[in-house]
């Protein structure tokens, strides 16, 4: 039972905020819907952390629930005022090539190639993140933490949200992708961003091969670089299958003790300059 249960927990989540997303879209209010959600969300795993925790250690305080919170105000605030001012731009129609985008097809089309288009732009930009040094130190401020949950899974410098939207945003605007498809893929990648970072006893199987689950993530947060730099999708596997950059060990358990080498300032305004200082 309890098995079924880890197997039931993602997908029904993912469903259950997906749906109100819809519900909030189909009554004008889409923020709301999205929102109403996220807190769901947000309530749900912070109260399935502490019933079935993946890793009993990740629950003790690690003092970095301010610097947490403030990198997640600065960096996903800039993302969501892009993505809803791009919805209102996609809205208006102003643009520059609008009908290369297949409108006739079923929204959950749209909104999937939506994904797809993103996700490639999303994965160069992260891996590029690991494999270029300059923007490897700013990306190591998401990296630094030492244990995964909830909490911290908007914790990004501000240029490291700002080169993923670089990336990710031109090519959607070019095809002229609608208002509504952006405003499902910042919500889907809210959802599943929220979910990757959970310190929930979850079980994913063939899940993995597809979307990017927690157990691909911690993967991904590996002090052992041939383990970290791989699963760089947001929300898809798709890029990574084809890049060759998956990985999903089926015979271990992934590791609990994260973060990276370098020492990082444990203060915020610390962490905002880390990136912009000589390299010890
Ligand atoms: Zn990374």
Known sequence: MKTLIAYLLWPTLMVLCCTGTALGIAAGHELLGFNLSYAFLALSLFALERVYPFERAWLLDDGQMWPDLLHTLMSKGGVQLWVFSSAVIGAAGHSPATSWWPTDWPMWAQV???L????FGLYWAHRLSHEWAPIWRLHAVHHSVTRLWFWNTGRFHIGNALTSIAFSAPLLWMLGAPGECLTWLSAITAFAGMLTHCNVAMRFGWL???FNTPELHRWHHSRVLS????N????LMLWDQLFG???WPRDRRPPSDIGISEAMPVSF???LTFPFRRAQ
Request: glycine share 12%; net charge negative.
């Open 116 to 119: 797809v288009i993103a996700e």
């Open 232 to 235: 760089y999708g947001e929300n």
């Open 269 to 271: 305004t610390g962490q």
């Open 245 to 247: 950059t998956f990985l």
């Open 112 to 114: 999937l190639l939506t």
């Open 208 to 210: 993995n091969y597809l």
């Open 227 to 230: 383990e970290g730099n791989r």
